[in-house]
């Protein structure tokens, strides 16, 4: 595998601590405090053929001998490519870019598009979990080498939850602690992947979702799915592989999982260090929630969260 960082850089002025200060407790700045800076880099890696983007925010530019911020990874869902999963900008709406609010409590947050998504290139076939953990492997040398970890952080929604696990279970070593939010462990009981199940035949005929103004409002008022040609091949994790610390984070009304398939994967966790989180008032899309702070607030805690001593 060969990889091209971007020379382009980019600063983005912030326009506030907003979120981020409520967040980050005794990390905020004093309040007559100029506001941070967000700086922002473009790279790219090869998968084989095909070109993959990465997009990275932290404060303020890397600057060499410097101690090396924890690293948070943000795997993105199967409606919507890196940036505008968690990099959107609503003006006058408040903050919902998830790599600004990690980016001011410290963590150097990166991102990616996977196969045939966003700026990456397609390899022509089905973007499906196996591919997006391909995709991983092949973008993390990138982003090891670039700020000098071994082992960081990962966060994914929806099937990028589902992504995620499987890279956590397939590269162990690499993961420190490990978020999914919105994820399906078999999907028994809900009725979102039920529905989704009865249309495998026509969802494999046609892996390829409509991107029409029905289809993105629907991302917001559906309850969600894995991605199409996944549901038939339900669990795609086992629990008992992940071994590294996990938060997992479900919305009250998401259609997508139910408490009792969640838990029985949360029970199945070999690490103590775990917790399970249910979020009020929030369906399938947490971070574009009106709630998402809550969703924030959790990950917030548990990524910072003090490592265990023995007893």
Not at 28 to 50: F, L
Request: net charge positive; aromatic share 10%.
């Amino acid at each position: 595998m060969t990889d091209h960082p971007v020379p382009r850089r980019t600063v983005i002025k912030s326009a506030g601590l907003g979120i981020g200060a409520g967040l980050a407790g005794g990390l905020a700045a004093p309040a007559d405090a100029a506001p941070a800076e967000i700086w922002s880099s473009d790279y790219w890696a090869m998968k084989g053929e095909v070109r993959l983007y990465l997009f990275r925010k932290r404060l303020g530019a890397p600057v060499a001998g410097e101690a090396a911020l924890p690293v948070l990874f943000l795997v993105h869902g199967s409606s919507n490519a890196s940036r505008s999963s968690y990099d959107l900008g609503v003006p006058g709406k408040g903050e919902y870019s998830m790599m600004n609010v990690f980016a001011r409590l410290g963590y150097d947050v990166w991102t990616m598009d996977h196969d045939g998504y966003g700026n990456s290139g397609s390899s022509g076939g089905n973007s499906d979990i196996a591919s997006g953990v391909a995709d991983l492997k092949a973008v993390l040398p990138v982003v090891l080498r670039e700020t000098a970890k071994e082992k960081i952080h990962f966060y994914g929604t929806s099937s990028g939850a589902i992504r995620a696990a499987a890279y956590a279970q397939a590269e162990p070593t690499r993961i420190d602690r490990l978020v999914l939010c919105a994820f399906t462990y078999k999907g028994e009981g809900a009725a979102e992947i039920g529905r989704r199940q009865q249309r495998i035949a026509e969802y494999r005929a046609n892996p390829r979702r409509k991107r029409d103004a029905a289809m993105i409002r629907s991302i917001f008022t559906r309850d969600g799915h894995p991605g199409f040609y996944d549901a038939a091949n339900l669990p795609v994790v086992d629990p008992a592989k992940v071994t590294c610390p996990v938060l997992m984070v479900r919305g009250e009304f998401d259609g997508n999982s139910t408490n009792d398939d969640l838990l029985e994967f949360f029970r199945a966790l070999p690490n103590g260090d775990r917790a399970f989180v249910i979020l009020p008032q929030v369906a399938h899309s947490a971070g574009f929630s009106k709630n998402r702070e809550l969703l924030w607030y959790a990950m917030k805690n548990f990524l910072a969260a003090p490592a265990p001593v023995a007893s």
